[in-house]
């Protein structure tokens, strides 16, 4: 699916050049950045919407632009092994590169509408912000941050030398070269594996579920970045007890029983308004099979459920993590990240002592830091 660029100039000062491209026998030009190989005649924009032909090359059209900033828990990406209880500056921009008919956020991954990006920053902007704003890190999601990689990585860098760290929420639908620049700047991702069968990515996401695989088995094991799953349960399309089994069965094998599993509940928007919400036993048994299968750390999300949002030690069961929402109620750890029941190490990122920012949400605009940031 292809768009005009309209009123787009490569002059314009959010508009910048990419590398991952190449110009293809018939003169358009294939953008390699995604699994999508979208090709491009002059004056399109890829299914992203955020990628654009302009002159010969792929250029990223939203650079320095945003869907709005704010600041809230850093379990609600989710991360529940990634400094628990800290606040996590977050950010999108708009489109997407997959087409998913059940996004909770299409309102800003399926823009089309340039105005949607109401705030601008300079990487170095948004990484005073999340310094003076007391956050441990910064997230990039809301829509996937592979689509504006080149802006993403600049903001990472900048974060980066103020001992910022960087989170990705992504789908994972990436190609290998732009992988591994992407990922060598990011310190934790939360990757949604929205399904375990082609025919459900092919047929509600339209892309393929392999080039995911992929991904995960190349962050968890040639990067050291912390890695959490997410898969959200829609009734009658990725909730069944086999796929289940296959998923979490995949996951030991391939990724390790340390990588936790975040199992969320549906609810009707976009293109699927026709599907019910997930009922909470779907999600209670989605976690029990996970464990049963060898997942050491499965969560439900979407939710109220205490004994499934918490986090437990795999080996004695104790209770090392309690939390009720986004807020923390127990702490269980020694400050070497181990249990202190049994001393057995909790798989994560952490710190001596959790952050106590809780379930709080604050809006951030920008322009009160930019003037600082020059």
Known sequence: MTRQADNISINDP??????????????????DLCPRFCKLKEGQRGLCFVRACIEGQIVLTTYGRSSGYCVDPIEKKP??????????LSFGTAGCNLACKFCQNWDISKSREMDTLADHAEPETIALAAEKLGCRSVAYTYNDPVIFHEYAIDVASACRERGIRSVAVTAGYIT???????????????????????DFYHKLTGGHLQPVLDTLKYIRHETDVWLELTTLLIPGQNDSDEELNEMTQWVVKNLGPDVPMHFTAFHPDYKMMDVPPTPPATLYRARRIALDNGVRYAYTGNIHDEKGGSTWC?????????????????????????????????????????????????????????????
């Not at 959010?14 to 953008?31: F, P």
């Not at 001393?343 to 600082?372: H, I, K, N």
Request: charged share 20%; proline share 4%.
């Open 314 to 374: 795999h080996h004695c069961g104790k209770l090392l993590i309690g939390r009720r929402g986004y807020d923390l109620t127990h702490w269980g750890l020694t400050p070497a990240g181990a249990c202190e029941s049994c001393g057995t190490a909790c798989a994560g990122v952490f710190e001596a002592e959790p952050g106590s920012w809780g379930s709080r949400y604050q809006s951030v605009r920008l322009s009160d830091f930019r003037a600082a940031s020059t």
């Open 176 to 198: 290998a070269e732009p992988r591994t620049e992407f990922y060598r700047h990011m310190d934790a991702a939360n990757v949604d594996l929205k399904g375990f069968t082609e």
């Open 79 to 88: 991360l529940n092994h990634f400094l628990p209880g800290t606040p996590v």
């Open 14 to 31: 959010w508009v910048v050049a990419t590398k991952y491209w190449h110009q293809l026998d018939d003169g358009r030009i294939q953008c």
